[in-house]
C-alpha cells in the first residue's frame, strides 16, 4: 500500500485529506505550519491577554483529531511569521505576491524533509512546486489538489469586474502581483501525475490553458451533516400572509462572488424579497454602503453558527464569478434550501431541479429565479423536496470514497 505524504498550510477543509488517507492506510505524513499541538497553542490566555484573542481561536481550531502525532510535521514559526506578514497587507496585488513567497517558503521547509520514505506526495495549488519538483526527482507520485480555478482566470474576471464595478474594492497596487502565483501553478501542472479538482469548471478551465484532461479528475467535495429542525411553516403557509421570500447569500463580500449583483437583485425585488448577507467584508467603505442600502449585512458568522442562518432563509444565492466548488453551496443544500447560483461556482445544482443555475453578471436571471420560486410556494417546495434527496449523493463519506479510489487507481 503506497505511502502518501500531504503537504498543506492551514486546514484546508479542516484536515479532511489527510484524515481521509489516514483512514484508507495511505497516509505516511502530514506537513502544516501550525496546529493545535504547537507550544503556541497552549499559550492562548497570552494571546488573549495580547488583544490576539480571535488569532487562538483559529489555532486551536486547527485540530488534526484521528492523526497520531509521529505522522504530523509542523512548521510553527513559519506560520506566525506568515500570519504576520498577511495581516499588514491590504493591496490584493500585493496579497497575490505574498502568497507566492510564502508557499515558495513552505515548499523549501517540506522539501528538506526525507522524502524518499513515501511514494507520492500530494499538494495544493501554488504551494506545492518546490516539493513536487523534488518527488519527481526521487520518483514519486506527484498528486495536485487544485483548490480554485487557475488564478489567471480568476484575475481575468476580476479585472473587469473592478471596471464595471470602480470604487467597490481597493484597486491593487502591484497588478501584476498575481503572475507569479500562477506562474507556479502552471509548473505544478506539468508535474503532477494526478489532478483533483472539486468540480467540471475547473477542469474546464484548466483544459483551456492547455492541461492534459486525463490527468485531471473531478471529486466533488461532501456536504455537512446539519441537523436542522422543520420549518414551522410550509412555504405556501408563510407567503399567505404576504411574507417576503427569505434570500440568503454566504461569503466573502467581494466581486469575485458577485455581491454587487446580490444588490442589484435586492433593489429590483424590493418589499417583495428579504436579503441577507453574512461573511467577511472585502469591499471598500463605499461599496459596503452599497450593500447596506438594499442588503441586511450581519458580518461575520462563525461556521458553527451557520446552521441559523441556513434555518432562516427560503433561498440561498450564490452569483460567483469563480470558484473552486464553494462549500456553501453544500452547505446550504444540506440545509434544504434551493440554490440560485452560476456554472462557475462548482455547484452540484441542476437547473429546474435543486435550484437555478443563472449567467454570471446577470441581474436578470436572478430577479427571475426568485420571482418564480416567490409567484409558486408549490414550485419552492417541491424543489425543496429534491434538494433533501440529491444531497444524499454528496455526502462526505462518498467524498472520501472517491478521493481514495482515485489515488489508488494512480498506484495500481
Not at 505576491?97 to 515548499?107: S, T, V
Not at 518527488?135 to 480555478?149: E, F, R, Y
Given at each position: 500500500?503506497?505511502?502518501?505524504?500531504?503537504?498543506?498550510?492551514?486546514?484546508?477543509?479542516h484536515?479532511?485529506?489527510?484524515?481521509?488517507?489516514?483512514r484508507?492506510?495511505?497516509?505516511?505524513?502530514?506537513?502544516?505550519?501550525?496546529?493545535?499541538?504547537?507550544?503556541?497553542?497552549?499559550?492562548?490566555?497570552?494571546?488573549?491577554?495580547?488583544?490576539?484573542?480571535?488569532?487562538?481561536?483559529?489555532?486551536?481550531?486547527?485540530?488534526?483529531?484521528?492523526?497520531?502525532?509521529?505522522?504530523?510535521?509542523?512548521?510553527?514559526?513559519?506560520?506566525?511569521v506568515?500570519?504576520?506578514?498577511?495581516?499588514?497587507i491590504?493591496d490584493?496585488?500585493?496579497l497575490?505576491?505574498?502568497?507566492?513567497?510564502?508557499?515558495?517558503?513552505?515548499?523549501?521547509?517540506?522539501?528538506?524533509l526525507d522524502?524518499?520514505?513515501?511514494?507520492?506526495?500530494?499538494?495544493?495549488?501554488?504551494?506545492?512546486?518546490?516539493?513536487?519538483?523534488i518527488?519527481?526527482?526521487?520518483?514519486?507520485?506527484?498528486?495536485?489538489?487544485?483548490?480554485?480555478?487557475p488564478?489567471?482566470?480568476?484575475?481575468?474576471?476580476?479585472?473587469?469586474e473592478?471596471?464595471?464595478?470602480?470604487?467597490?474594492?481597493?484597486?491593487?497596487?502591484?497588478?501584476q502581483?498575481?503572475q507569479?502565483?500562477?506562474?507556479?501553478?502552471?509548473?505544478?501542472?506539468?508535474?503532477a501525475?494526478?489532478?483533483?479538482?472539486?468540480?467540471?469548471?475547473?477542469?474546464?478551465?484548466?483544459?483551456?490553458?492547455?492541461?492534459?484532461?486525463?490527468k485531471?479528475?473531478?471529486v466533488?467535495?461532501g456536504?455537512?451533516?446539519?441537523s436542522?429542525?422543520?420549518?414551522?411553516?410550509r412555504?405556501?403557509?408563510?407567503?399567505?400572509?404576504?411574507?417576503?421570500?427569505?434570500?440568503?447569500?454566504?461569503?466573502?463580500?467581494?466581486?469575485?462572488?458577485?455581491?454587487?449583483?446580490?444588490?442589484?437583485a435586492?433593489?429590483?425585488?424590493?418589499?417583495?424579497?428579504?436579503?441577507?448577507?453574512?461573511?467577511?467584508?472585502?469591499?471598500?467603505?463605499?461599496?459596503?454602503?452599497?450593500?447596506?442600502?438594499?442588503?441586511?449585512?450581519?458580518?461575520?458568522?462563525?461556521?458553527?453558527?451557520?446552521?441559523?442562518?441556513?434555518?432562516?432563509?427560503?433561498?440561498?444565492?450564490?452569483?460567483?464569478?469563480?470558484?473552486?466548488?464553494a462549500?456553501?453551496c453544500?452547505?446550504?443544500?444540506?440545509?434544504?434550501?434551493?440554490?440560485?447560483?452560476?456554472?462557475?461556482?462548482?455547484?452540484?445544482?441542476?437547473?429546474?431541479?435543486?435550484?437555478?443555475?443563472?449567467?454570471?453578471?446577470?441581474?436578470?436571471?436572478?430577479?427571475?429565479?426568485?420571482?418564480?420560486?416567490?409567484?409558486?410556494?408549490?414550485?419552492?417546495?417541491?424543489?425543496?423536496?429534491?434538494?433533501t434527496?440529491?444531497?444524499?449523493?454528496?455526502?462526505?463519506?462518498?467524498?472520501?470514497?472517491?478521493?481514495?479510489?482515485?489515488?489508488?487507481?494512480?498506484f495500481?
Open positions: 500500500m503506497p505511502s502518501i505524504l500531504v503537504a498543506q498550510i492551514g486546514a484546508r477543509r484536515y479532511a485529506v489527510p484524515a481521509i488517507l489516514h484508507a492506510g495511505l497516509l505516511g505524513c502530514v506537513v502544516t505550519d501550525l496546529t493545535d499541538r504547537d507550544f503556541l497553542a497552549r499559550c492562548s490566555g497570552v494571546l488573549r491577554a495580547l488583544g490576539l484573542g480571535s488569532f487562538a481561536k483559529r489555532i486551536r481550531d486547527r485540530n488534526l483529531k484521528e492523526i497520531p502525532d509521529q505522522k504530523v510535521v509542523s512548521f510553527p514559526l513559519y506560520g506566525i506568515r500570519v504576520a506578514r498577511r495581516l499588514i491590504s490584493p496585488g500585493r497575490r505576491r505574498h502568497h507566492a513567497l510564502a508557499n515558495e517558503w513552505f515548499g523549501k521547509l517540506v522539501a528538506r522524502l524518499s520514505q513515501y511514494d507520492g506526495v500530494y499538494v495544493f495549488n501554488g504551494a506545492g512546486l518546490e516539493i513536487a519538483r518527488a519527481k526527482g526521487k520518483g514519486l507520485k506527484v498528486i495536485v489538489d487544485q483548490t480554485s480555478a488564478i489567471e482566470a480568476e484575475e481575468k474576471l476580476l479585472a473587469e473592478r471596471r464595471r464595478w470602480k470604487g467597490w474594492e481597493a484597486e491593487p497596487k502591484d497588478p502581483g498575481w507569479v502565483l500562477a506562474r507556479r501553478e502552471e509548473l505544478e501542472w506539468e508535474l501525475d494526478l489532478i483533483v479538482c472539486g468540480s467540471e469548471y475547473v477542469k474546464h478551465c484548466l483544459v483551456e490553458k492547455g492541461v492534459d484532461s486525463a485531471i479528475r473531478v466533488h467535495p456536504a455537512p451533516e446539519w436542522l429542525p422543520e420549518k414551522s411553516q412555504p405556501e403557509e408563510r407567503f399567505r400572509d404576504g411574507n417576503p421570500l427569505r434570500v440568503l447569500f454566504a461569503g466573502t463580500l467581494c466581486l469575485r462572488k458577485g455581491i454587487p449583483y446580490v444588490v442589484e435586492a433593489r429590483a425585488l424590493r418589499g417583495a424579497a428579504e436579503f441577507r448577507a453574512v461573511g467577511s467584508n472585502g469591499l471598500t467603505r463605499f461599496g459596503l454602503q452599497q450593500v447596506r442600502a438594499w442588503v441586511e449585512y450581519c458580518g461575520f458568522v462563525p461556521r458553527s453558527e451557520m446552521a441559523a442562518q441556513y434555518r432562516w432563509a427560503d433561498v440561498f444565492l450564490l452569483p460567483s464569478l469563480s470558484e473552486g466548488s462549500n456553501v453544500f452547505e446550504a443544500l444540506a440545509a434544504g434550501l434551493p440554490v440560485i447560483t452560476t456554472p462557475n461556482a462548482g455547484s452540484v445544482v441542476r437547473d429546474g431541479v435543486e435550484g437555478f443555475i443563472v449567467p454570471i453578471r446577470c441581474c436578470g436571471s436572478i430577479v427571475n429565479a426568485v420571482q418564480v420560486l416567490m409567484d409558486d410556494p408549490a414550485l419552492l417546495e417541491r424543489v425543496q423536496q429534491s434538494v434527496e440529491a444531497v444524499k449523493d454528496y455526502t462526505w463519506a462518498k467524498y472520501e470514497h472517491r478521493l481514495v479510489q482515485e489515488i489508488r487507481d494512480l495500481s
